[in-house]
């Protein structure tokens, strides 16, 4: 831009900015001097006066409108015939006084504690939940209720119903809490935030039993884990009908899947043993079964095992919800080996 200033006047200014490839509007963009703002030499005739603001500000605070928007302060005024000013005016004496937000008083959002459960042994935190699965026609649905043993995976209680009620739902844990004969005050339960969960006779019932009461946070469906990972594992299955046509057919599919769930399913959670060897007790008889195998497994091909000796692995010794992990395996293995046969 120096260049071209500096250019003869006889030059048109056209060909020098072609020859250096800048446009005309550029130049004088430029070079045009900056035009001083004028200054202002009187008040403007619309600015509100400060008794005007003030009583703006008094109408606004008033108790029969503290809580109204400008909008519907402006048109309550105007249908009593008194005019203050534009509904724009309000908004900017709210803004100046910093109250341009809402003003009515709304919903408080409660923060909820993330929930922290850990389970060393079997009846010692259950998970519950319910879900629905499709009828024979369309927008019909039967609801299933199922209580999960959160050590083992193993299911304690469930029932099919029509509804999804609470009275339902107190029954069922109120049942397999005395089917299980749990001791007071040994056991927690764990679910969301449904309706049948935070009733008044569930948290009655729990409270009558010595039962502790742990819900997700809202709209967190990681709080319940296990359940709904169960739910998963039912609703995959190769039989799953597409549409149930009774609550006898749902009742029958579910309890054959339920106690082959709990008897027969190797649990990849539980180091492939299954949910009823860890519920009842049976780990150590079944480990050593396994662990007799792969001996004999090793000392006839002991070359296979490339990493030496094969040990078996054990479920964990510590199952939790939010907590975290004390090991990087997150699974207990055996402290030593068992001797060799001979």
């Known amino acids: 831009m120096d260049v071209l200033q500096e250019l003869p006047a006889e030059l048109p200014v056209s060909r020098a900015c072609d020859a250096l490839g800048v446009s005309r509007a550029t130049l004088y963009r430029h070079t045009a001097l900056p035009v001083p703002p004028t200054p202002r030499t009187s008040t403007p ?64 959002q409660h923060a909820h504690k993330m929930p922290q459960l850990e389970a060393t042994a079997p009846n010692q935190v259950w998970t519950w939940d319910i879900t629905k699965v499709h009828g024979p026609a369309r927008g019909v649905f039967y609801f299933v209720f199922v209580i999960l043993d959160l050590f083992s995976r193993y299911v304690v209680g469930w029932l099919v119903a029509e509804t999804e009620n609470a009275m339902l739902a107190t029954h069922l844990i109120g049942e397999t809490i005395k ?42 469906s990681n709080d319940n884990p296990f359940v709904e990972s169960h739910f998963k594992t039912a ?11 009774s609550m006898t057919h749902v009742r029958g599919w579910f309890e054959e899947l339920f106690a082959w769930h709990n008897e027969h399913h190797h649990h990849q959670g539980l180091a492939l043993f299954t949910p009823a060897e860890v519920f009842h007790g049976r780990v150590a008889t079944v480990a050593a079964k396994r662990h007799a195998a792969l001996d004999v497994a090793f000392l006839a091909h002991p070359e296979r095992f490339v990493h030496g000796r094969p040990l078996v692995e054990l479920p964990p010794a510590r199952v939790h919800i939010n907590l975290p992990e004390p090991h990087p395996t997150g699974e207990a293995a055996p402290a030593t080996k068992p001797p060799l046969p001979s």
């Open 235 to 245: 609703k995959y299955q190769p039989d799953y009908p597409e549409r149930f046509s």
């Open 179 to 220: 089917r299980h004969d749990i001791t007071p005050g040994s056991l927690t339960i764990h679910s969301d935030r449904g309706a049948p969960m935070t009733s008044g006779s569930m948290t009655q019932l729990l409270a009558n039993l010595w039962v502790e009461q742990s819900l997700s946070r809202p709209r967190v």
């Open 45 to 108: 005739l619309r600015r509100l006066s400060a008794q005007e603001r003030d009583e703006i500000v008094r109408v606004l605070h008033a108790p029969e409108f503290v809580d109204q928007p400008p909008r519907e302060i402006f048109a309550t005024l105007l249908s009593m015939g008194i005019y203050l000013a534009s509904v724009r005016t309000m908004y900017r004496v709210l803004a100046e006084l910093g109250e341009s937000k809402e003003r009515r008083g709304g919903h408080v």
